[in-house]
């Protein structure tokens, strides 16, 4: 499909809209980038505009929540097995309006002239998710109407649009109590890794100290990370071992229907 | 406000209901209670209909999910501090449509006809909260249009409609990780209690047995619960230590920013 007829496609959902999407719904994704003890967010800017917000858009009738949010990012990270998790709703009644998101700026951005009784002014009940992915695997990418997409440091982020900030500082919260419930990291680290780099990888999301006695003697007890017979050499009388995901106990916690606790 | 005045405010909410309620919206919410090492759930019937359902209904444009979920389980349960959690948003697109909801049966439960192209034979996206409480405080109330509003035990469940059945499952799984990270009991157990009684909550919830030393030396170690100088007597050679909540401990761990692990 060229750009001009995803222009008039977008067009004709805009003005008929409510024949294809649910009114008063929307997702928003907070796809959180792991790399090296950083963690990263990504955003993207509409073109002639100047804050930022997260991937994000409306629901088909035809189509879950989870579809919707998944068609979306997939479309700008060209990532197809990235997992999203729903984590909150966010329905402040005055959201859309608070934003300032006037029909004088949709036009600014696309071109394209709307009342203000338009349903894209109503307010929006917006559905979020979050994921968590090796941020170097990502290609972000545009699309009509976006002027820029790409990742933030987690720490310094830019002018967010909507309730955004809030969003993304809840997903962060979320992603907290996910991973002691779900076993992350298969996607994050390379095949073989050293303790002190899975350590690194969930002080970095829980962002605390954690104790890594402790902490590998449980990861080890649970059958889920195997010690090699192979160290790693790193320098003078610095060799540490490395270790693998044992992935058959890995999947099979992933889709252990019990709740688990790591 | 007398039942005749109620039918008529809803009737013109049923005819003009999108100036007052989002489209395509609506809130359910899991009361779980517990009493005794028994898990029950909140369930209502409407009058001359054979399934059963959850409280919920639809969102004014004015207030949060949050709010509506709150405002629609008060008027159920008459408790005024019910702690309600979001825990998952329901979106198969042909969730109201499967539950065979049409304008015949509605007119039957209600005297209202309406068309199908009716917005609310439209699909709702449903919003699901849960909540957990002492089932003996609750009075469960009906309401126009309810012939029975009243505790189903969790393992026997009467026919349900819509997916509410998989939305009870759901929240039960949100409770065991919930539990893991608040504290629970203020409301549940006396003010004094046996390390037994607060064990049978948790493995009650958990549905699982949990080594009864490993969890009270946590509780202790986190500060939350205390042992009195006082024995309850049940019998010969039987008299456990009452303990009680540091309830300043348990707020502040309910109202913690961070992510607590229990």
Known sequence: MDELELRKIMEDQVMDG???????ISVDSVIIGYHEKE???????????????????????????????????????????????????????????????????YSKITGIK???????FDNFVSIAFFALTEFSLVQPTGSAYLEECCWWDINNLPELLFDHADIIKEALKALK??????????????????????????????????????FTKKLVSMDLITKLDEQRNIGAHRSPYLYMFNKERYDQLINEEEVIVI
């Open 177 to 214: 109590i996910f991973i002691h419930h779900h076993p992350i990291g298969y996607e994050l680290l390379p095949e073989k890794f050293t303790l002190p780099e899975l350590h690194s990888l969930y002080e970095t999301i829980l962002n605390k100290k954690l104790d890594i006695r402790n």
């Open 39 to 105: 963690l990263k967010v990504l955003l993207q800017r509409p073109q002639n505009f100047q804050k930022w917000g997260l991937p994000g858009g409306y629901v088909f009738k035809t189509e879950t929540v989870d579809d919707a949010a998944f068609r979306i990012v997939q479309y700008r990270t060209q990532l197809d097995n990235l997992f999203l998790h729903q984590f909150k709703v966010f329905s402040n009644p005055d959201r859309v309006k608070d934003a300032g998101f006037t029909p004088e700026i």
């Open 18 to 24: 409510l024949k294809y999407f649910y009114r008063n």
């Open 114 to 120: 709307i009342d203000d009784d338009h349903w894209m």
